[in-house]
């Protein structure tokens, strides 16, 4: 609870002006309550010696661009915190767009779906399907695959490789085989943070 000290998980705000983007999918209002924009994943960046990931910088700054000190709109799924104590929203900005699925839409995202929150989730998938097939943003560099096929678990969306030892733990009745990358992220799957397919 330390991470959550001085917010009120009472009442998240119904909308808010953003005064700080952190990354591509990571922002805060006004207030310091810090929000993570649900349903999707930007490219990580740089941490503890670790490189930025691909087009990591150009995805905050498009976050950036579509909110920084604006009033965006702010609604909720059914669970509203994440472990680290951050608001899970979903982004609406004056005009009625979606920040997440703008994000996916224009490939600075990939979707990255954790039930039980899955209340846009057509409308990401839509939008990264879109992205995938213009090759758009983070998906020049997604679908270059290294591996002959691919493990899927049905239940989480989870995709990996192999020999990852979190795919050996699936249950056999949610084990998905995907021969093409494309094929698994146009249905919606999310790389495993282990493996990094």
């Given amino acids: 609870m330390l991470g959550a000290c001085g917010e009120s998980h009472s009442q998240p705000p119904q909308e808010a002006l953003v005064v700080r983007v952190v ?7 006004a207030g310091g309550i810090k929000v993570r924009v649900l349903g999707i994943d930007a490219p990580e960046m740089e941490q503890d010696g670790r490189p930025a990931e691909f087009l990591a910088h150009k995805a905050k700054a498009t976050l950036a661009e579509l909110t920084l000190n604006r009033t965006v709109s702010l609604s909720y799924d059914r669970l509203r915190y994440d472990h680290y104590g951050r608001l ?3 982004l609406r900005l004056p005009d009625q767009t979606l920040v997440n ?3 996916v839409r224009l490939g600075m995202a990939r979707v990255y779906f954790i039930a039980p929150n ?4 057509k409308e ?3 939008a990264q399907q879109e992205a995938i097939e213009a090759q758009r943003g983070v998906w020049q560099e997604l679908l270059k695959q290294d591996e002959p096929f691919y493990l899927g678990n049905r239940h989480s969306l989870r995709l990996h490789r192999p020999k990852c030892p979190l795919a050996a733990q699936m249950a056999k009745a949610n084990q998905v085989r995907f021969t093409s990358l494309k094929q698994a992220y146009l249905q919606g799957y999310s790389p495993c943070r282990s493996c990094k397919p």
């Fill in 23 to 29: 990354d591509g999918d990571t922002l805060v209002l």
């Fill in 88 to 90: 899970l929203a979903y």
């Fill in 101 to 103: 699925a703008e994000l």
């Fill in 118 to 121: 899955l209340r846009y989730q």
């Fill in 124 to 126: 990401l998938l839509t």
